[in-house]
């Protein structure tokens, strides 16, 4: 079953991803939204389960990163500038939390930012 769907993204909450689900089901592409109903009854739960996955068939991937890729909103900085990766220089990045460890697990809100670069998959933290 792992093999049938590809996780294209994860939003915090449900309403996040209602956009990008109309835009790829108007593209023909079968959407699931893996754990928008758990979150619909308790949003604060958001961050210790990952918050809801936008999931579509392993045979759509292509089409589907295609069009997420025009509504994707890169990862910025305090200033509000694109976090540029040190390794490739690419300005497609997107926060990362790795939740490793019980105490990151129950309490994800304390592990420190990083980023992840969607070009290169170098993970870097902020100075």
């Known amino acids: 079953m792992s093999d049938k769907f590809y996780t294209l993204g994860a939003f915090e909450f449900p309403a ?28 604060l739960v958001s961050q210790a389960i990952g918050g809801v996955k ?5 045979k759509d991937k292509d089409k589907a990163i295609a069009i997420y890729d025009q509504f994707r909103r890169y990862a910025i900085d305090e200033e509000g500038n694109p976090i540029t990766c040190p390794n ?5 990045s997107e926060v990362y939390y790795t939740r490793k460890g019980i105490f990151n ?4 809100f304390f ?3 990083k ?9 870097t933290q902020p100075s």
């Open 16 to 43: 996040d991803v209602q956009v990008i689900k109309g835009r790829l089901e108007s593209e023909g592409i079968f959407v699931y939204l893996k754990d928008e109903n758990f979150l619909n009854t308790d949003p």
């Open 54 to 58: 936008l999931q579509v068939y392993t």
């Open 88 to 92: 490739c220089k690419a300005q497609r």
């Open 105 to 108: 697990k129950l309490f994800p």
């Open 111 to 113: 592990e420190k930012k």
């Open 115 to 123: 980023y992840k670069c969607l070009n290169c998959q170098m993970i």
